[in-house]
């Protein structure tokens, strides 16, 4: 500042005033500081609903928290000890909600993927009614699960079910067991979530599939590429990170699944379409086992985690 004074006193300048000075520095800490302001209501928001229950949660895994007693001693690891120690009562409904989510989610995500990707290319086009078959396509997704559960449950009745009457008036098999047999039940709970969350990923889709410049397509034409190279080496490319949201999203939800199986099949038969969410509502609501079920959510949170990072990982992989 002192030679900035003296210059200015050569030149025969008055010099600026001091406060000219603070004043700036004061404005540049302002400036600083206000991406900060405009993040503090997320922050704080995140922090008490967000953080605050996980680690909340984290701390309740590790004690033995009986909802109908006052005393909560700590014990460390042994609820996620029981989850692994064949010895243990819930060691079997534990990895047999497990493997019954394992199921659904391998059967239902390659379906969420790829039948809405069909939907967006074909919605894509130009044609009369497209705007009506977009949204009859996303209809049913703003229907919740309950309704879609219900709904669904008497179609797919066994005896009573319209389903199996519309099947036996084509001279199909007319007592198909949708919702008490497997393999029908599996049928049943990803043909349902299928036909209820599609309209939803093909959405997506469509406004990926509207960020691909056209000239792409006309170069790629112009170079003699035919439709499946154009999908392959335009399309594709093009949707890589509309389709690693949707493929990780798909996962997070599917292996999250609760409403379907808890209304359509009931568990059944017997427990082979209880999923993990079933599992740990039953262990902290119904046997007020709350250290267990915690300790059952942070587990299945880290598994779904490291799905979401396998996933990340490999998409990177193959844009390198």
């Known amino acids: 500042m ?14 600026p005033p001091a406060g000219r000075f603070r004043r700036r520095g004061v404005t540049e800490r302002g400036h600083r500081a206000t991406p900060y302001l405009f993040l503090a209501p997320y922050l704080v928001l995140f922090g008490v609903f967000g953080l605050a229950p996980i680690l909340f949660g984290v701390w309740i895994s590790l004690h033995q928290w009986d909802l109908q007693l006052p005393n909560r001693p ?9 989850l692994f120690s064949s010895d ?3 060691y079997g409904d534990w990895w047999s909600s497990v493997r019954a989510t394992a199921i659904f989610t391998l059967l239902s995500v390659p379906l969420l993927v790829v039948v809405p990707l069909g939907l967006a290319l074909l919605l894509n086009r130009s044609f009369p009614g497209r705007t009506f078959f977009r949204a009859a396509f996303f209809a049913p997704y703003v229907l919740g699960v309950a309704v879609i559960g219900l709904l669904w449950r008497f179609l797919l009745d066994a005896n009573l079910g319209l389903v199996n009457r519309l ?3 084509v001279g199909l098999p007319s007592d198909t067991p949708w919702v008490t047999d497997v393999p029908w039940a599996w ?33 790629a034409r112009v ?5 499946w190279d154009r999908f392959r080496y335009v399309t594709l490319p093009g949707l890589r990170p509309v389709l690693l949201f949707v493929l990780t999203t798909t996962i997070l939800a599917s292996a999250n ?6 209304l359509i099949t009931q568990g059944a038969p017997g427990e082979q379409t209880r999923t993990v969410v079933w599992r740990i509502v039953d262990e902290g609501l119904r046997d007020y086992d709350a250290g267990r079920a915690a300790a059952m959510s942070v587990l299945f949170a880290l598994m779904l985690a490291v799905v979401s990072i396998v996933n990340f990982r490999l998409f990177r992989y193959r844009e390198d």
């Open 74 to 82: 700590f014990i460390g690891l042994d609820n996620y000890q029981d």
């Open 223 to 227: 170079d003699g590429a035919n439709g």
């Open 2 to 15: 002192a030679d900035v004074i003296e210059v200015g006193a050569a030149r025969g300048d008055a010099p």
């Open 257 to 262: 699944v609760f409403g379907q199986s808890f």
């Open 88 to 90: 243990s009562a819930i």
């Open 167 to 169: 099947l036996g008036a």
């Open 187 to 219: 049928v049943s709970l990803v043909g349902v979530t299928v036909w209820w969350t599609c309209g939803f990923n093909a959405v997506i889709y469509l406004a990926g599939l509207q960020d691909i410049p056209a000239e792409l397509y006309e170069a």
